[in-house]
């Protein structure tokens, strides 16, 4: 997504959101174990991003984080993910973190989320799942 205009939505030295208004994506990367506030502001504004500019799409880079506290993930499956679908989101590209306890986190979340109508894809690295999400958000 090198090619097309990145805007910053959300930066801290624990996560960065980014909006590609032209390729309708939101793309959040983990710069390391984020949870808590910083975890919730970020997606949040990544959710108002995603509102504002029609996107569809959503990057989920987390390999440097860890697992998600009970409290989080029970954020993230009820109020984030029906604000974030609302807004509009279809699809979800998500790069596996490293840590293999924050593995099983991730696995939970993508099979909730499908069963609740994202289509979601597991990748190992960033750059093999930017050409599927950019091809999934493609106006037709």
């Not at 993230?76 to 807004?87: D, E, G, L, N, Y």
């Not at 989101?89 to 490293?98: G, K, R």
């Not at 979340?109 to 999400?133: H, N």
Request: aromatic letters at 12%.
């Amino acid at each position: 997504m090198a090619e097309v205009e990145r805007q910053v939505v959300y930066e801290s030295e624990h996560i960065s959101v980014w909006c590609y208004p032209d390729a309708r994506i939101i793309h959040h990367q983990m710069h390391k174990y984020c949870f808590g506030q910083p975890f919730r502001e970020a997606l949040t504004a990544g959710t108002r991003a995603l509102k504002q500019h029609g996107a569809i799409g959503w990057l989920s880079d987390n390999r440097l984080t860890g697992p998600l506290p009970d409290d989080d993930e029970r954020w993230a499956t009820t109020t984030w993910f029906s604000q974030t679908k609302a807004a509009g989101w279809l699809y979800w590209a998500m790069v596996w973190p490293e840590r293999a306890v924050a593995k099983l986190n991730v696995k939970r979340l993508v099979e909730l989320y499908r069963t609740r109508g994202i289509d979601a894809q597991l990748f190992t690295d960033p750059s093999a799942a930017q050409p599927w999400l950019a091809e999934a958000c493609k106006p037709r």
